[in-house]
């Protein structure tokens, strides 16, 4: 397909999901539990699933068919901006967080601690826009978004308003890392044009952080400009601390964040790696995180609750995440032989555990590469190993790595094309009614990478033959 052909075939996308978002999007009075059965039965049902679904499908093959041949960084962002244009003014798609968010931003700026309290103890006054589940459980993001919320609702007094500051913090924090994505695809020796359109012309972008207004917007934007900063400035304290700062406010955010601050500490220091190097220079970087990620809790007012506040993404089960998946799978083994418990802790905590040790191989293998690169495959371990995987996650690795792959960008764009199809307009996951097949699939993927990466350390292990 011609660049220019892709460019409209795109924009017509984003203006069949405008469509699709006016028409049953995730508004504020939609039904709180549907189906996809219950939305086709609806009004205008058919219409708003075709409209999501070919809307979605001419994005995603517009933003596939240019993957490798962009034009140049000029257009990549002049089309990113096209396409954003419609959604920009529609309701929100594919999530209901934003309703949360200003829900949790109620609380906050009524003098409750959203990590002891859910919303529902204010009451809070849009609170029959949030999903049943998510009431009376803590916020689960870091202090700097908590405050933001409450200093949003604060200074609007209404939702709808709300809604239009908590998307324009997304766009800022999308404007963010696209003047900053530049500086790590120079660094890493990727085009600047193909590192901005694998990172910010993926659907997921437009959808789930412009249109859905997700905080992952912000933290991405602050994780790519504390990159930035530290690659810029290698073996400076000054813009290391700062740098480190950057990346400690994206992990106040979303504390997920945090995984690429020791990947960052690596790619401050001047010269071959050893341990009086990293002291030197990555400590400012561990420094200036640690002093950025407390300075803000305490300027909330709050306290560590909201890492604990994570594990309420427990509370979601779903085929996406491959240690759910497989305990899925379990169960529908084990049941027929009479066995009914429950194996998710098991094979969730094991992710855990095969998450902690996958970090540390890569940060141990990052010393003499490129630890950028091994920062955004540190965030894809992340996403894959976590109890719980929602499209837009995928984003965060997505950016990393559109910037410092210069080669083997398949696997990581394909995961973000099908996670584009997920969610339909209104928020509903397609993960929840498709779980008796998509887990037994997820697990055997599990099974295929699983032997594929064994035979290929014992391929590299193996001594080459000298004639």
Known sequence: MPHHLARWTGLAGSALLAVAAVLGGALPDGDLRPTPVSIWRGPNGPLIIATWLVGTGLMAYAWWTLRDRVPSARWALVTVGLWLLPLLFAPPLGSRDV???????????AGINPYEQGVSALPCPWLDTISYIWRDTPAPYGPLFVMLSGAVVAATGSLTASIVLFRLIAVAGVALTAACLPVLARRCGVPVGRALWLALACPLVAVHLVSGAHNDALMVGLLVAGLAVVVSRPGRPGPLLA???????AGAVKVTALVVVPFAALAAIVGAYSIRALLRDGGWVVGGAVAAVVGVTLAAGLDFGWIAGLEQGGLVIAWTSPSTAVGQTVA???????????????TRGIGM????????????????????????????????????FHPWYWIWPLTVLAATARHRTGWFTV???????????????????????GAPLMTLLVIVVAVRLVRSARAARRPVAVD
């Open 353 to 388: 555990a095969v998450l902690a040790l996958v970090l540390i191989w890569l940060w141990w293998r990052a010393r003499t590469r490129d630890p950028l690169w091994h920062a955004g495959l540190a965030l894809a371990a992340t996403v894959a190993l976590a109890p719980l």
């Open 99 to 109: 309703y949360a968010y200003a829900c949790q931003g109620a609380s906050y700026a």
């Open 332 to 346: 529908y083994l084990a049941a027929p032989f009479g066995w009914h418990g429950d194996p998710l802790p098991v």
């Open 415 to 437: 995961v973000a094309l099908v996670s584009a199809f997920l969610v339909l307009a209104d928020g509903t996951g397609l993960p929840r009614y498709t779980k008796t097949v």
């Open 243 to 249: 740098g480190g700062a950057l990346l400690g406010l």
